[in-house]
């Protein structure tokens, strides 16, 4: 056995059978062994981004880490925009990325560049293994590493003669030594919080955003009086019918900031302190009132469930406690393509248990409130606002989770980063709606424009938030992948356009010409 035979058995054996990969000659040893491994289900991405989103999108669904396969110091950075935004979902990954043999490095070849350099950033655990009988220990240390609370990316690099020479065997991957928990003072502090009658936000994100936590965090509201809402982005959140329904903390400055204004307490579950995406002249970073304070309850990782259980009987709260709530009616939409019927034809066609993946940008600041009642469903969102998030997360979310639909809803700008996706889509027959909202232009730029003070675009300023001169031929650009697409114009053609495409059961993608 050599030693990418030995990694690929140990990734098996420590639970990572999905490789997402996209490899080159310093990894053909890795490729090789695929063939000989039973059990590892082994998916081509066509551009970097792709990968690692896919990997993400895996881990959110699956809650395990799936592995990539990158080509040196340059396919690692092709795929570091979705890393990024991975580790500030607190996906786990394990990444395997080839390097020269030990005894090329320092002739400087063409690919040769600082590998490690390039993962710290994202990686809370690199390593480059040094020989090929120590690559299955590195490995499971990396399955280990990659499945901590919270969850983390590791990197192992791999030198090509680590692949290939003789390795002693596989690892095993050791036991997690942690449970995830949560601090019994920090939940009395919140209790004490919320029962002291002042205007208290109990703040949720992670795992309190499973179904269960926010049942505890709806008994809890209707108990004391606190409003309960969800952080502005969050990597998964039960939505639907059934499922207590928040509101996010707004991404426009402006409107965060009223909505902040009545409050003396904020109660963090897993959440940050809320904070404004960018800076503006003349407005806060922070954006809780003066006088406000926040007090954690848990941090990303922790047990937050338990720990809204914890709080909840600290409270007294009870099932019968919990707040009533009114769902806004939803009804299929008829006439012109306005951001209202987009909403209703959406909320819709949320298929019973899909997936929705939003990277809608603006089209979908107001889909929240009609989609609370749709059918059942997870809602998953970018936290690391590197756009070109969707479409590769979407075909993660497919392959983890293959007998549930998803939804990949994104803006046109935001679709071209990682248009690749759509033939990976095509080739795994994965069961993913990709709605692009092709409004021709980077909308979110115009209203940032302003907010930052920059005046008036011009026609050179306007000609950089456009994407118009040639139009995106959407239909042709899936068609070329091997999905099948259509343009809609009307809410009507909308709504048979996702009827359509959500019972097809394989890829397909609806250009929304607004
Ligand atoms: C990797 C990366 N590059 C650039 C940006 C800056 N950016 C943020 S939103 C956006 C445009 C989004 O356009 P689109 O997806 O069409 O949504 P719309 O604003 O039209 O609703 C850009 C370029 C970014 N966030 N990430
Ligand atoms: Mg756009």
Same mark, same amino acid.
């Given at each position: 056995?050599?030693?990418?035979?030995?990694?690929?058995?140990?990734?098996?054996?420590?639970?990572?059978?999905?490789?997402?990969?996209?490899?080159?000659t310093?990894?053909?040893?890795?490729?090789?062994?695929?063939?000989?491994?039973?059990?590892?289900?082994?998916?081509?991405?066509?551009?970097?981004?792709?990968?690692?989103?896919?990997?993400?999108?895996?881990?959110?669904?699956?809650?395990t880490?799936?592995s990539? =396969?990158l080509?040196? &110091?340059p396919? @690692? %950075?092709?795929?570091i !925009?979705?890393?990024?935004? #991975? +580790?500030?979902? /607190?996906?786990?990954?394990?990444?395997?990325?080839?390097?020269?043999?030990?005894?090329?490095?320092?002739?400087?070849?063409?690919?040769?560049?600082?590998?490690?350099?390039?993962?710290?950033?994202?990686?809370?655990?690199?390593?480059?293994?040094?020989d090929?009988?120590?690559?299955?220990?590195?490995?499971?240390?990396?399955?280990?590493?990659?499945?901590?609370?919270?969850?983390?990316?590791?990197?192992?690099?791999l030198?090509?003669?680590?692949?290939?020479?003789?390795?002693?065997?596989?690892?095993?991957?050791?036991?997690?030594?942690?449970?995830?928990?949560?601090?019994?003072?920090?939940?009395?502090?919140a209790?004490?919080?919320?029962?002291?009658?002042e205007p208290?936000?109990?703040?949720?994100?992670?795992?309190? =955003?499973?179904e269960? &936590?926010?049942? @505890? %965090?709806?008994?809890? !509201?209707?108990?004391?009086? #606190? +409003?309960v809402? /969800?952080?502005?982005?969050n990597?998964?959140?039960a939505?639907?019918?059934?499922?207590?329904?928040?509101?996010?903390?707004?991404?426009?400055?402006?409107?965060?900031?009223?909505i902040?204004?009545?409050?003396?307490?904020?109660?963090?579950?897993?959440a940050?302190?809320?904070?404004?995406?960018?800076?503006?002249?003349?407005?806060?970073?922070?954006?809780?009132?003066?006088?406000?304070?926040?007090?954690?309850?848990?941090?990303?990782?922790?047990?937050?469930?338990?720990?809204?259980?914890?709080l909840?009987?600290?409270?007294?709260?009870?099932?019968?406690d919990?707040?009533?709530?009114?769902?806004?009616e939803?009804?299929?939409?008829?006439?012109?393509?306005?951001?209202?019927?987009?909403?209703q034809?959406?909320?819709?066609?949320?298929p019973?248990?899909?997936?929705?993946?939003?990277?809608?940008?603006?089209?979908?600041?107001?889909?929240?409130?009609?989609?609370?009642?749709?059918?059942?469903?997870?809602?998953l969102?970018?936290?690391?606002?590197?756009?070109?998030?969707?479409?590769?997360?979407?075909v993660?979310?497919?392959?983890?989770?293959?007998?549930?639909?998803?939804?990949?809803?994104?803006?046109?700008?935001?679709?071209?980063?990682?248009?690749?996706?759509?033939?990976?889509q095509?080739?795994?027959n994965?069961?993913?709606?990709?709605?692009?909202?092709?409004?021709r232009?980077?909308?979110?730029?115009?209203?940032?424009?302003?907010?930052?003070?920059?005046?008036?675009?011009?026609?050179?300023?306007?000609?950089?938030?456009?994407?118009?001169r040639?139009?995106?031929?959407?239909?042709?650009?899936?068609?070329?992948?091997?999905?099948?697409?259509?343009?809609?114009?009307?809410?009507?053609e909308?709504?048979?356009?996702?009827?359509?495409?959500?019972?097809?059961?394989?890829?397909?993608?609806?250009?929304?010409?607004?």
């Amino acid at each position: 056995m050599n030693g990418a035979e030995s990694l690929v058995r140990t990734l098996v054996k420590g639970g990572v059978d999905v490789c997402f990969t996209n490899p080159g000659t310093s990894e053909m040893h890795f490729v090789a062994a695929l063939d000989r491994v039973e059990g590892m289900r082994c998916v081509l991405g066509l551009f970097e981004g792709v990968v690692t989103g896919a990997a993400d999108g895996y881990y959110r669904m699956k809650g395990t880490p799936a592995s990539t =396969l990158l080509h040196l &110091g340059p396919g @690692l %950075a092709n795929g570091i !925009a979705n890393l990024h935004n #991975a +580790k500030k979902a /607190a996906s786990g990954i394990v990444n395997i990325v080839g390097q020269h043999a030990t005894y090329h490095i320092d002739y400087n070849a063409p690919l040769t560049s600082d590998i490690e350099g390039l993962a710290r950033p994202m990686s809370a655990w690199v390593r480059t293994s040094p020989d090929a009988k120590s690559v299955a220990r590195d490995g499971a240390a990396a399955i280990a590493a990659a499945k901590s609370s919270p969850a983390q990316i590791a990197t192992l690099i791999l030198p090509a003669d680590t692949a290939w020479n003789e390795a002693d065997g596989i690892a095993e991957v050791p036991e997690h030594s942690q449970r995830p928990t949560y601090s019994p003072q920090a939940v009395e502090a919140a209790a004490r919080v919320l029962r002291s009658g002042e205007p208290t936000l109990l703040l949720l994100s992670g795992n309190a =955003l499973t179904e269960h &936590g926010l049942a @505890l %965090a709806q008994r809890i !509201a209707g108990k004391t009086g #606190a +409003k309960v809402m /969800a952080q502005t982005y969050n990597a998964r959140m039960a939505r639907g019918q059934g499922r207590y329904w928040i509101e996010r903390i707004p991404y426009v400055v402006d409107a965060a900031l009223p909505i902040l204004k009545p409050f003396r307490h904020i109660v963090l579950v897993e959440a940050m302190d809320p904070v404004a995406f960018f800076a503006y002249p003349d407005k806060p970073s922070l954006l809780k009132p003066e006088g406000c304070e926040a007090h954690r309850v848990t941090e990303v990782g922790e047990n937050s469930v338990a720990a809204l259980e914890a709080l909840a009987g600290a409270l007294g709260a009870k099932a019968s406690d919990a707040a009533q709530q009114k769902l806004v009616e939803i009804a299929k939409p008829t006439g012109a393509l306005t951001l209202d019927n987009i909403a209703q034809a959406i909320a819709m066609a949320i298929p019973e248990n899909g997936i929705v993946i939003d990277e809608s940008i603006t089209t979908g600041r107001g889909f929240f409130p009609p989609t609370a009642a749709a059918a059942p469903h997870d809602w998953l969102q970018n936290l690391g606002g590197s756009i070109g998030f969707s479409p590769p997360v979407a075909v993660g979310a497919a392959v983890a989770c293959p007998d549930r639909k998803v939804l990949c809803m994104v803006g046109d700008g935001s679709a071209m980063y990682t248009l690749q996706a759509l033939w990976t889509q095509a080739r795994e027959n994965l069961d993913v709606t990709t709605v692009v909202f092709a409004n021709r232009k980077y909308q979110i730029l115009r209203g940032e424009f302003d907010g930052v003070g920059a005046g008036k675009p011009g026609q050179r300023a306007e000609d950089m938030l456009t994407l118009d001169r040639p139009d995106l031929d959407w239909v042709a650009l899936a068609k070329g992948m091997g999905v099948p697409a259509r343009n809609v114009s009307t809410a009507d053609e909308l709504n048979a356009a996702l009827a359509a495409g959500l019972s097809s059961g394989g890829p397909n993608l609806i250009a929304v010409q607004m």
